[in-house]
């Protein structure tokens, strides 16, 4: 009598609970990666954003001119700040333009020219802005600052993120 070869029911029950077991730590093992790689993007996006903030806000400062036919004054207080500086347009040439920069929420944003603000920084707790009137040895800061013809020498900036803070210091144009 001859038999036949095959797999016992229990046989297939081992090899199909295998074959699960090994499926499903592939899928962890994939979905903890895509978990890793999205959180790197978030990371790099929010590195992004601040510097390219920084950059855009150094160039704002740096062409900020005062006292000129269609300048606004220089206006600031310890959270808030509003002046007219020249900008480029997407025509490729620079125009005068009015920033406000504050804190919206749990955002520090930049409005130009009263559009849609731009988020500068994201999860914000806390913003304050001082500026520069002497510098040296004898170093003086003020809270907030208002003149259509002057500028203080330089805007320092504090974000605050949670446990995170950043510090930046922007000099103006002519007198820093």
């Known amino acids: 009598m001859m038999r036949r070869r095959g797999f016992t029911l229990v046989e297939l029950m081992v090899a199909l609970i295998l074959t699960a077991l090994v499926a499903l730590l592939a899928h962890r093992t994939f979905a903890v990666a895509v978990t890793g790689v999205r959180q790197l993007r978030e990371a790099r996006r929010q590195l992004d ?18 006292g000129q036919e269609g300048d606004g004054p220089f206006e600031g207080t310890h959270e808030e700040l509003r002046f007219t500086t020249w900008l480029p347009v997407p025509g490729g040439w620079l125009e005068r333009r009015t920033v406000r920069l504050r804190r919206r929420g ?14 500068l920084a994201q999860y ?53």
């Open 106 to 119: 749990a955002e520090f944003v930049a409005a130009v020219d009263g559009a849609t603000p731009v988020v």
């Open 124 to 176: 914000v707790t806390d913003v304050s802005i001082d500026y520069l009137l002497e510098p040296g040895a004898n170093t003086r800061w003020a809270s907030a600052w208002s003149s259509p013809v002057s500028a203080p020498i330089a805007i320092r900036l504090r974000i605050r993120s949670g446990e995170r803070a950043d510090t930046a210091l922007y000099l103006i144009k002519g007198r820093g």
């Open 49 to 66: 954003r601040a510097s390219n903030a920084g950059r855009w806000l150094g160039a704002a400062f740096l062409s900020l001119e005062l």
